[in-house]
Each structure stands twice: as C-alpha cells, then as structure tokens.
T-cell receptor
Framework: DAGVTQSPTHLIKTRGQQVTLRCSPK?????VSWYQQALGQGPQFIFQ???????QRGNFPDRFSGHQFPNYSSELNVNALLLGDSALYLC???????????FGSGTRLTVV | RKEVEQDPGPFNVPEGATVAFNCTYS??????FFWYRQDCRKEPKLLMS???SGNEDGRFTAQLNRASQYISLLIRDSKLSDSATYLC???????????FGSGTRLLVRP
C-alpha cells in the first residue's frame, strides 16, 4: 500500500520563477494538506483541500495556490518565488483527522 | 506567544535512560493531540495520539492535562534509534490544520 508520494524530491529555482509541486495521497485518503517547514522549525500549515475545494488556508500570501483533482491528488503552486520560500514542502493526507495525518517525504525547494 | 511551545533541547541521554518531553499549548479549544517523530531531513511520522486518559505504546507513554494545557511524552529504556526530533502537535476544534511545535531534539548515546 503506497503511502503519500511527492514529486519532485528536490528542486532549485531562481527568484521570481514559479514552481509546481505534486502530491498523491495515501490510498483511501480524500483530504490533502500542504505544509512548509523551514530549517529548525515545525511545519506550518499552508492550506487543505477536500472535494476539490480549498477548505482552509493558513497565513500564506496569495502567491501560494493549489488544486485538488478528482483522484484526490493535489498540486501546490508558488509564484514569484522569494529566497524565503526555500524550505521543505510537505504534503499530508488523511481520511479522518482524529486519526492523524500521513506525511509524504517532502519536496526540498531551494530558491537562489 | 507561540501556539505550541516545546523545549528545543537537545536532550542527550545514554542508552537505557528514561527521558520526558513536555509541551504546552495556548488554545483551550484544542481537541486532538499527537506526538510526531521526525528524523533528520525526513518527513514527520505519527508516533502516537494523546488521549485524555493517557495512553501507552510499548516504551512510550503520553499524557494530557487539559486544565494546564500541557502534553507530555515519556520514553523508557531509550534506544539509539530513538534519536530524532519529537514534534508536539495540536488540532483545534473547528479547524483542520495541525499546529506544530518547533520540536524537541533527542540524542541517545551508546
């Protein structure tokens, strides 16, 4: 049973560019959340998708957007990249939030 | 004030030691509580949920004190493989986001 898969694993982009990160949730999970984890910090909630809609959003600017597809997979898009966007981007999926979330291994984004 | 606060450590303990981590949360509407483990440059993995009555999973025991808004994790008979960062995580009622502490780093030495 595949867990949460994310692609790519690593990415280097230049300031001002745009990036798209992808996530396939664990089998049986219908909810996908995205988190940003800076070095030495805990993950910070970006947003959550359920039934192809953004259900909740954290304190991130509009440069961060997303999408969920009918098969529950999801994309995270970041426009006009800043150096401060360099981080590990984690996707987490769930079916019942009381049972916790399963995280993917993340995409490490470096903005130069 | 951070929503979830943890001592960053590191806690440096010998194999076989017992070690305890504490965590406090600020929102009294918090309803679900978890401990996650994160190895260096890896994703967080759910270690255990934390229930009001306290719960145990092998060498790991979690406690919740709602009145003091305090969560703890006790690790008995530490193994070298327990070396990791332990993240205290809270979910607030009517919210879907997980709120993470910055983590407590544990180093278990031979």
């Amino acid at each position: 049973d595949a867990g949460v898969t994310q692609s790519p694993t690593h990415l280097i982009k230049t300031r001002g560019q745009q990036v798209t990160l992808r996530c396939s949730p664990k089998s049986g999970h219908d909810t996908v959340s995205w988190y940003q984890q800076a070095l030495g910090q805990g993950p910070q909630f970006i947003f959550q998708y359920y039934e192809e809609e953004e259900r909740q959003r954290g304190n991130f600017p509009d440069r961060f957007s997303g999408h969920q597809f009918p098969n529950y997979s999801s994309e995270l898009n970041v426009n006009a990249l800043l150096l401060g966007d360099s981080a590990l981007y984690l996707c987490a999926s769930s079916f019942d939030r009381a049972q916790g979330y399963t995280f993917g291994s993340g995409t490490r984004l470096t903005v130069v | 004030r951070k929503e979830v606060e943890q001592d960053p450590g590191p806690f440096n303990v010998p194999e076989g030691a017992t070690v305890a981590f504490n965590c406090t949360y600020s929102n009294s509407a918090s309803q679900s509580f978890f401990w996650y483990r994160q190895d260096c440059r890896k994703e967080p993995k759910l270690l255990m949920s934390v229930y009001s009555s306290g719960n145990e999973d092998g060498r790991f025991t979690a406690q919740l004190n709602r009145a003091s808004q305090y969560i703890s994790l006790l690790i008995r008979d530490s193994k070298l493989s327990d070396s990791a960062t332990y993240l205290c995580v809270v979910n607030v009622e009517s919210s879907y986001k997980l709120i993470f502490g910055s983590g407590t780093r544990l180093l278990v030495r031979p």
